[in-house]
């Protein structure tokens, strides 16, 4: 990664509008050449009308963007040629051929890499000829990557690229997003898994209600709750928690997904806890204890769990 005075992407003071609700609130930030940067945030907190607007997809916007020194409204064709872009909401003809939508997506640029090296370099040689509607989940992700990387760009957006996608699957994704960094290039990563951030990104942004509440590396962010544990099992038949919230040892508490997640940084937490549900009689099951993560670190930013 490069060092911090080579930003590629210039942000300031973004707000995108959508009549009287604002999606993206005076948000500011820089990606540094060579990074994998992270904007991440729960569905509907504003990632994606952000980096649309980075990109110059959503307009009109206010405040000021710069991507690879361009402005990305009046200068969206110059723009289109060094940037690649794999949205969300993306839709392919499904009745092509994988060959035929890079043959397709190729001839959109006044320049672009041969795509039979890309269809190898992401292991989807052997499906060339296959139609895109036959594909895996995992699979049709790779094509996107590619399409992706036809213009050989200098920057890469990746919005919710292993959404639907099976744990094996997912991680097989992460090798291919580090794969995209090792070639010299930055990549912008929007994703609601913070799972996903920690492990690939450089640097996160969190984003809740369309403002950013944290941005630093993954470590720095962790460190904001520094000492803080976990203690989870499952919830019996949604346990009454407030005696666990009353403990000294413990800070707070949530029941998301079948789950009791009690958090606190006293040495004793975890025999605290444990005598706590003896006294009550309630049978303890999947007992386990937790190292903090981007999660907890929105939890403790916002006070609410990523999914509420």
Request: glycine fraction near 8%; hydrophobic fraction near 40%; charge should be negative.
């Amino acid at each position: 990664m490069s060092n911090r005075s080579d930003p590629v992407i210039t942000v300031r003071h973004l707000v995108k509008r959508y009549g009287d609700f604002i999606a993206v609130n005076d948000i500011s930030f820089e990606v540094q050449r060579g990074e994998i940067f992270g904007i991440v945030g729960p569905n509907g907190a504003g990632k994606t009308s952000a980096v649309e607007s980075v990109m110059g997809v959503r307009w009109p916007f206010e405040g000021e963007v710069r991507v690879a020194g361009l402005d990305p409204h009046k200068q969206r064709t110059q723009l289109a040629e060094r940037i690649g872009i794999q949205l969300q909401e993306a839709e392919l003809p499904a009745r092509l051929k994988v060959w035929e939508l890079l043959d397709l997506f190729a001839s959109f640029y006044q320049e672009s890499v041969p795509y039979e090296p890309l269809l190898k370099t992401w292991g989807i040689w052997e499906k060339r000829n296959n139609h895109f509607e036959a594909l895996s989940g995992g699979q049709k992700q790779r094509v996107f990557i590619a399409l992706a990387l036809l213009n050989d760009p200098e920057v890469v957006f990746l919005d919710e690229l292993t959404t639907g996608l099976d744990p094996q699957a997912r991680r097989q994704t992460w090798d291919l997003v580090r794969q995209i960094r090792a070639q010299g290039k930055t990549v912008v990563l929007v994703t609601h898994f913070m799972e996903e951030a920690q492990t690939l990104c450089d640097r996160v942004t969190i984003i809740d209600g369309g403002k950013i509440v944290a941005l630093d590396t993954p470590d720095n962010l962790l460190n904001q709750i520094d000492g803080e544990r976990g203690v989870w099992f499952d919830d019996q038949a949604q346990l009454a928690v407030d005696p666990l919230r009353q403990l000294p040892t413990v800070e707070r508490v949530v029941q998301e997904d079948g789950i009791v997640k009690v958090f606190g940084s006293a040495e004793n937490l975890v025999s605290s806890v444990v005598l706590a549900l003896e006294a009550q009689h309630i049978p303890i099951r999947n007992f386990r204890t937790v190292q903090p993560d981007l999660e907890d670190v929105f939890i403790a930013l916002t006070g609410k769990a990523l999914r509420e």
